[in-house]
Structure formats: C-alpha cells, structure tokens
C-alpha cells in the first residue's frame, strides 16, 4: 500500500533524525543523560538504511529547512552514506568525526548535493570534547575536508574550562582556516543550571506535579524511527507518548498544544532560548501553557478533533 506524504506544519524548526544512540565518545555531560534519562544505557533498535531513505523522502519540509542527522555519534551507523546518496533534502550532520572518516570517504559518494546551501553557519558541526578528543587532530582532519563540504568545529563552553584554552584553538583553527565557534554549555555544573530558558523551572530534573500543555516545533526521530513530541520524550524513551514512527502508513503531527505530566523533566534543547534555523536570536523550541485544572479535564473528555481544537484555542486565550 502506498503510504502518504508527511507534512511537517509550517512553523517548524528542526528535525533531528538520532540514527543511533551509540557514540565513540562518553562525555559526562552528554545532554542526552540529563535529568537521569536511559538514552544510550543500551543499544536502541535502528531502521535499516532503506526505511530511512523512504521514511525522510515522504516528509514535506517547511521551506529552508533541513533534516540533521545526529546520535550518539551519526558517522558510527554504517548506512549513513547510502542515506546521503538518497535523501531528496538538504542534510546537516552533528557529529564528533569518530577516527578514519576522512575526505576519500566523502570523495566516494555519488553526491555532495546535500550538503550544498546556503547559511550563515557551517552545516556539519564537529564538536571537541575536551579530554574525549583532540582539538588537534579534529582540526588537521577538517582542514582536510574544508573546500569539499560546510564543516566547522565547535567548542563547548564548559564553565569550567580555561578562556586561555579557547584562545589556543582558536589560534590553531586560524592557522588551518577552519571556522570555530563557541558552544553554550547547558545544564547543572557545580550546583549551578547553565543556560537561558524560557522556562526556568522546566529543567529542575524533577517533575514539577503540574500538568501543561505544550506545543513543540521541533521533531526528535530516534534511532527505530519513533517520531517524539519533545527530546526529553526521546531521552526518556516515552513511546507510549509518541507521534508515531516515520515507517507508519500516515503521520500527522499537531496544530495545537499536548497535555504533558512531565514537566520539570524538559530537555535543556527545548526549553531554552537560541537562535531558529535563520539565526535570529529569541527562539524557543517549546510553548507550554499553564492552565487551570477544569480546562485540562475539558480538554480531556474532548471526544472529536474539532471539540478539541476548539478547547485548545480557549486554554491559549
Ligand atoms: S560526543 Fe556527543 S553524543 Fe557522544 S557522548 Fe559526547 S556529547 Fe554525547
Ligand atoms: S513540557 Fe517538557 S517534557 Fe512535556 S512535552 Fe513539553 S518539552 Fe516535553
């Protein structure tokens, strides 16, 4: 049977595609272990490389946006390059460059057409861990690979981290022309929440006991194609909350906003505040209402999708 397109609404941000949750590197402040989610604890179920192609090619993207592919660590799932040869979209990649990924790799596939657009940053972002990989090494390799695709290094701004070590990458990222930019560190580090979020509470790392509604414009797919309302719905492998998964017959996602029990639990990716996919600063992935008891349960007994847009509108107002 043939399946239906995918339409993603038009306010949309972001599709992250997690096509695995394996990494080379154990980073103690992985982002996708916070609040004590289970993400890569053990190996997640992945599609195959052709349910991917099939699954990515039936979405219908709102204009200027890519999909990002992203893990654990991307380059580690061997079908990678056939899904690059066969994506109808534009492909951003996260990535921390594991070992022997090097131009010829690149040189070898039909099609660098994915990676060709224009943006005001560099469409794969290579991280440096400190003490996980080697600042060197990562940017000799991207010197490498610099005039075939948009790479770029990326150094998290840990707190505690010197600025003289920054100063130093940098230094040697301008002597290899490689472009390196800062990345905010976010989470609790020495009894202290990093970032700026719309929502301070969000991020405790506890449920708050409150129930919201919340609307998300960005779509988290893990690794077996479930598609998420929220990343720390992916983290905590909630799948019992999900859209669906990208191999179903159809999948439409929501216009309006979604009872959630765990707030407090919130990912930092979704609840702070950065810049949309055109690098205007003042974007936040989430919105997330706070209504009263009587509307939840209104909104609850709604038997039919109009009764419930209907509702949805009145818990914004
Ligand atoms: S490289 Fe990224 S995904 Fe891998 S452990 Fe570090 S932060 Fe996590
Ligand atoms: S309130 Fe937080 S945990 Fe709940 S759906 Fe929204 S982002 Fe996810």
Not at 167 to 195: M, N, P, S, T
Not at 273 to 284: A, L, P, S, W
Request: hydrophobic share 30%.
């Amino acid at each position: 049977m043939r399946k239906h397109m995918i339409r993603l609404p038009g306010d949309y941000d972001y599709v992250g595609v997690y096509l695995t949750n394996v990494c080379h590197l154990s980073c103690p402040y992985c982002i996708t272990g916070h609040h004590g989610a289970s993400y890569r604890a053990e190996r997640l179920r992945q599609l195959i490389p052709s349910q991917w192609i099939e699954g990515l090619n039936r979405l219908e993207l709102p204009e200027g946006i890519p999909v990002t592919l992203q893990g654990g660590e991307p380059f580690l799932y061997k079908g990678i390059w056939e899904i690059l040869e066969n994506v109808r979209h534009k492909v951003d990649i996260l990535t921390a460059l594991p070992p022997l990924l090097d131009r010829e790799r690149f040189l070898r596939l039909k099609t660098l057409d994915w990676n060709k657009r224009e943006t005001p940053y560099p469409t794969i972002r290579v991280s440096y861990h400190k003490g996980q990989n080697d600042y060197k090494e990562l940017i000799r390799r991207l010197a490498e690979l610099n005039d075939i695709v948009s790479i770029g290094l990326y150094y998290l701004d840990h707190p505690a981290y010197e600025q003289e070590e920054y100063q130093e990458v940098k230094r040697f990222a301008d002597e290899h022309g490689v472009e390196l930019r800062k990345k905010e560190f976010l989470g609790l580090w020495d009894g202290k929440i990093y970032g700026t979020f719309l929502y301070e509470d969000a991020v405790l790392g506890q449920r708050k006991g409150v129930r919201v509604l919340c609307r998300n414009t960005v779509v988290p797919i893990g690794p077996d194609g479930t598609v998420y309302r929220c990343h720390s719905d992916l983290y905590f492998g909630r799948r019992a909350l999900a859209l669906g998964n990208i191999t179903d017959e159809s999948l439409e996602f929501p216009r309006g906003h979604l009872i959630c029990d765990n707030y407090g639990l919130c990912s930092e990716c979704d609840v702070k505040v950065k810049t949309n996919h055109h690098q205007i600063y003042g974007y936040t992935s989430v919105d997330i209402r706070f209504p009263d008891r009587g509307a939840i349960r209104e909104l609850q007994e709604a038997k039919n999708t109009d009764n419930q847009g209907r509702l949805l509108r009145n818990a914004r107002s």
